[in-house]
T-cell receptor, first 115, second 114 residues
Framework: AQKITQTQPGMFVQEKEAVTLDCTYDTSDPSYGLFWYKQPSSGEMIFLIYQGSYDQQNATEGRYSLNFQKARKSANLVISASQLGDSAMYFCAMRASGSARQLTFGSGTQLTVLP | NAGVTQTPKFRILKIGQSMTLQCTQDMNHNYMYWYRQDPGMGLKLIYYSVGAGITDKGEVPNGYNVSRSTTEDFPLRLELAAPSQTSVYFC?????????????FGQGTRLTVV
């Protein structure tokens, strides 16, 4: 079974500062993928970034980067230069090779960017 | 390119009523999913399908049924609505179930059972 844990229900960050959203995972599969999705107040799910378990480098996509620490089973999302539009719910999710059909989600972190 | 389309966007049901949540995708994805999201919570998998004619239960299937007669469509059926089914429902699809394949989501259906 696979599990995603997000321990920060809510986070606040000042505009233009960086923020780290925590995600830890648990799986016995050696091959897995980790995803981050953004859900603004309008409700849609927006894919942000992906990290594979065998990827040698941490993933980056614009202002988003993933701090992947495989031994600690953590995949934290770093948002640099926060913008007001970054205020949203952020979900960490995982798909493992043994259950590649399923995408398992954490409970989410509500990020609020302050002006 | 519409992506994943869900209808309706909002619905209020009375206890015991039935309804079908529609989901269609135009990306020729073979994997499709139904999730529910309770307030302040993450998404829980209800059912999924790996292709036309093939469906399987997820984490919380009780009270729901699905069918997959075509690649494009994956409707979710609620037979006897209960207040515990008040939630936001998301349909998603992906090209295949490999670990690095992202899922594309519909806009969601907000269902209230009274």
């Amino acid at each position: 079974a696979q599990k995603i844990t997000q321990t920060q229900p809510g986070m606040f960050v000042q505009e233009k500062e960086a923020v780290t959203l925590d995600c830890t995972y648990d799986t016995s599969d050696p091959s897995y993928g980790l995803f981050w999705y953004k859900q603004p107040s309008s409700g849609e799910m927006i894919f942000l970034i992906y990290q594979g378990s065998y990827d040698q480098q941490n993933a980056t996509e614009g202002r988003y980067s993933l701090n992947f620490q495989k031994a600690r089973k953590s995949a934290n999302l770093v948002i640099s230069a926060s913008q007001l539009g970054d205020s949203a719910m952020y979900f960490c999710a995982m798909r493992a090779s043994g259950s590649a059909r399923q995408l398992t989600f954490g409970s989410g972190t509500q990020l609020t960017v302050l002006p | 390119n519409a992506g994943v389309t869900q209808t309706p966007k909002f619905r209020i049901l009375k206890i015991g009523q039935s309804m079908t949540l529609q989901c269609t995708q135009d990306m020729n994805h073979n994997y499709m999913y139904w999730y529910r999201q309770d307030p302040g919570m993450g998404l829980k998998l209800i059912y999924y399908s790996v292709g036309a004619g093939i469906t399987d239960k997820g984490e919380v299937p009780n009270g729901y049924n699905v069918s997959r007669s075509t690649t494009e469509d994956f409707p979710l059926r609620l037979e006897l609505a209960a207040p515990s089914q008040t939630s936001v429902y998301f349909c998603a699809s992906s090209y295949e179930g490999q670990v690095r394949t992202e899922a594309f989501f519909g806009q969601g259906t907000r269902l209230t059972v009274v």
